[in-house]
């Protein structure tokens, strides 16, 4: 009798502390998750800015440059395109990425 409370008892802590580390990692995950919102809604506010530039700003902004903790890159592959693209601070992943269109007369008219 004593060896079987002993077993269950054995169980009970196993299953509860396998239930506990489930919560941690469940929390940990959603930590994860909100910060990776929070960082995708940062970019998109740049995104947004930086899609209103005209032709002289983004031609101010050619290569890549540092936005708090986010990496601008503007490039431009013709003369009427400008390929522009938002990643983490590493620059490993790439968040955001449009081509943009501006016309040669903008410049003529700024």
Do not use: C, K
Request: charged fraction near 20%; charge should be negative; hydrophobic fraction near 50%.
């Amino acid at each position: 009798m004593l060896l079987e409370v002993i077993v269950a008892v054995t169980i009970l802590s196993f299953s509860i502390a396998s239930t506990a580390a489930v919560a941690v990692a469940s929390l940990d995950s959603v930590r994860r998750a909100e910060g990776d919102e929070d960082a995708v809604q940062r970019a998109t506010a740049l995104m947004t800015a930086v899609s209103m530039w005209p032709r002289a700003d983004l031609d101010r902004h050619l290569g890549m440059h540092a936005q708090g903790d986010m990496l601008l890159r503007i490039d431009r592959p013709d003369a009427t395109l400008y390929d522009v693209s938002i990643a983490d601070s590493t620059g490993n992943t790439a968040m955001l990425h449009t081509m943009l269109y501006r016309s040669i007369a903008d410049s003529a008219n700024q």
